[in-house]
């Protein structure tokens, strides 16, 4: 085997690896995904990486207003 044949057969067992992972990926359960999205928020979280978004403050505050509002107008009927 020549060196390019060897780096098409390597080249051609990361894909096979990659096609696994990725269908492994796919058919993961929704439980087994939601620990790894906390584990990451976590790491994230610990080495502080997380930033407050102050335009997020503003937006559950006008939803709040909007929200007043709503309950305390009559039905539209």
């Known amino acids: 085997m020549t060196l390019k044949d060897d780096l098409r057969a390597y080249q051609a067992r990361w894909e096979a690896v990659e096609a696994i ?3 492994e990926r796919r058919t993961a359960p929704l439980e087994l995904r939601w ?3 906390n584990a990451a928020y976590g790491i994230a979280k610990s080495l502080g990486w997380l930033r407050p978004d102050p335009s997020e403050a503003g937006v559950f505050e006008r939803w709040a207003k909007l929200k007043e509002k709503a309950v305390s ?3 539209i009927l």
């Open 21 to 23: 992972q990725s269908e």
């Open 35 to 37: 620990r790894q999205l």
């Open 73 to 75: 107008q009559p039905p």
